[in-house]
């Protein structure tokens, strides 16, 4: 946590001094984890019978804890990111209520929401439900950025001086005082803390990932010593001096890639199938990873896992997207009771506005393409929409232009059109309405 000064210390800020944090991310145990949650059920079996000035509710243990896994797995952190790319980006806005049940975006309230420390906050609400909860500190001061005023500065504060469930931050970790009351009127615009009241889906991945790791070294040990393939030699020599002479040239050949045999020396190289010892840590470690992908993302499939038949990953697919709603209705929730009203007040937001995500279907680019070919036999696409999700100009749309010339009749029917056929049936026989062309690309540019 960064030092105060002068300028953020004007009485709606903590004091000058730092806050003080002691780090224990290497050699945890699962044992630490055990130690960690008993002290937890401690803490809810006699919350009710303490008042203010004990520590109860101190998590700085389980942080450590989340912090080593968080940082020491790689796959951990790859559908971590995965999560935080369906939740940044351009897809979330401002907007206004716009009396019909729906909404319309402000522009110009929005824009003010695209800068970095924005984005802070969002990480830092997902953040809120692996570590249970999240600590903001807003500064009031605003930075222009070609016209559009942003909010300057953002820090989330130390978990390990957050005492949630208690709505206190301490100056020194485990110590009651100094501290400052997360409840003081004082604060309420320039701190705001996230509480799940919950420890946070890290608790369920703590075990497993810490197995994985322990597992992982063994696996390096097991493969040192018995995935090498071993090289087996014979030399009629019978002085000693000569059979050293060989295995000594037989060990120095992995560098050298040479060996220097006598004429009747025979060199074979033993290699060996996986064995069971083998598949038990390589098992043993998909399956963690299985696990992290479906309490985050809902689906391994969605984490790069391949699935076996095209209607298991279309279920896992379904998953994966009812997982991401859920993430982006608890950012919305969140937004707007404690984050946005705090903006308000401060004056970087104007009344009335209300955070929230965009309804658009997020589909590969294939899906895409199949969709506006679509939308293109039956409406009228604006040029600007295409050019927006594929970034290609585009001219006129053929397929709602009359074709010219003898193919199109004076009744606005086709040369070869005898009206057998209604109007319906001639759209779903032949893709177009009757007096246009046939379908083309809609790709066309300019």
């Known amino acids: 946590m960064r030092k105060r000064t002068e300028m953020n210390s004007q009485g709606t800020f903590f004091g000058e001094e730092a806050l003080i944090s002691v780090y224990r991310t290497y050699k945890r145990t699962i044992q630490d984890y055990v130690f960690e949650v008993m002290k937890h059920n401690r803490f809810q079996s006699t919350v009710n019978y303490t008042n203010d000035g004990t520590i109860l509710d101190d998590r700085s243990g389980l942080i450590d804890l989340y912090d080593t896994i968080s940082t020491q797995d790689a796959h951990l952190a790859a559908v971590r990111e995965t999560l935080d790319s369906q939740l940044t980006d351009e897809r979330y806005m401002l907007a206004r209520p716009d009396g019909k049940g729906g909404w319309e975006r402000d522009d110009e309230e929005s824009l003010k929401i695209q800068g970095t420390q924005f984005e802070k906050i969002i990480r830092g609400i997902v953040d809120s439900r692996a570590y249970g909860y999240t600590c903001f500190e807003i500064m009031p001061r605003f930075i222009e950025v070609n016209g559009v005023r942003r909010l300057a500065e953002v820090n989330i504060i130390e978990r390990r001086n957050i005492l949630a469930n208690q709505n206190r931050i301490v100056q020194r970790q485990g110590e009651w005082d100094p501290g400052w009351n997360l409840e003081d009127i004082a604060y309420r615009d320039s701190y705001i803390l996230v509480n799940t009241g919950g420890l946070g889906y890290f608790a369920n991945l703590v075990p497993i990932v810490l197995a994985k790791k322990f597992t992982l070294s063994n696996y390096i040990g097991f493969a040192h010593t018995y995935g090498q393939p071993i090289i087996h030699a014979k030399t009629p020599a019978e002085q000693d001096l000569d059979k050293k002479k060989l295995a000594s040239d037989i060990a120095k050949s992995t560098e050298k890639r040479i060996i220097v045999t006598g004429q009747d020396d025979t060199i074979d190289v033993k290699t060996f199938t996986v064995s069971n010892s083998e598949r038990v840590f390589t098992g043993l470690i998909n399956l963690t ?83 506006f070919d679509m939308l293109t036999n039956k409406y009228e696409v604006d040029p600007e929409t295409i050019d927006k999700e594929f970034g290609v100009h585009v001219g006129k749309q053929f397929n709602t232009i009359s074709a010219a010339g003898g193919s199109v009749g004076e009744d606005g029917w086709g040369e070869n059109d005898r009206g057998i056929m209604s109007d319906e049936e001639y759209i779903r026989r032949y893709g177009h309405p009757r007096g246009t062309n046939a379908r083309v690309n809609f790709l066309e540019g300019k």
């Open 289 to 371: 990873n299985q696990e992290v992908s479906n309490v985050i993302l809902g689906s391994e499939s969605m984490a790069g896992e391949t699935q076996a038949y095209a209607g298991s990953a279309k279920t896992h697919e379904d998953i994966y997207r009812a997982r991401i709603k859920k993430n982006r209705k608890y950012v919305e929730n969140v937004m707007n009771e404690q984050i946005i009203p705090p903006l308000q007040r401060i004056g970087f937001l104007s009344p009335g506005v209300y955070f929230r995500y965009s309804n658009q279907i997020e589909i590969s680019t294939e899906n895409k393409v199949k969709l």
